[in-house]
């Protein structure tokens, strides 16, 4: 069974960084596109960052977070990471991790994810 762990969560002032990690098991990591998504309290679930499969680990990011969050991964170690500068009072959330066998060109949609990690609580203070 497939299983995502994540890690690396906390409490920042604003204008810092954090670096989020994603240990998967359980899967054949390098044939799946892997996802963060994040959800704050009282809100929905929103895609921030993909890494697709391919050899060229195309990338994807929201708006929200362009310029500020890098998504990439690591197939030997069998991880995904997300670096975080800059971080806004915005970005407090539940950071989640996904891994997608199948994305098309859906890489933003949660349906399209098999599986998901339980969060990591990201707290960005003003």
């Known amino acids: 069974q497939g299983q995502l762990v994540e890690s690396g969560g906390g409490s920042v002032e604003a204008g810092g960084s954090l670096r989020l990690s994603c240990a998967a098991s359980g899967i054949a990591f390098d044939v799946y596109s892997m996802g963060w998504f994040r959800q704050a309290p009282g809100k929905g679930r929103e895609w921030i960052a993909s890494v697709l499969k391919d050899k060229e680990r195309t990338t994807y990011y929201s708006d929200s977070v362009k310029g500020r969050f890098t998504i990439s991964r690591d197939n030997a170690k069998q991880s995904l990471y997300l670096q975080m500068n800059s971080l806004k009072p915005d970005d407090t959330a539940t950071y989640y991790c996904?891994?997608?066998?199948?994305?098309?060109?859906?890489?933003?949609?949660?349906?399209?994810?098999?599986?998901w990690g339980r969060g990591t609580q990201v707290t960005v203070s003003s």
């Open positions: 996904a891994a997608g066998l199948w994305l098309a060109d859906r890489w933003d949609k949660p349906g399209q994810y098999n599986y």
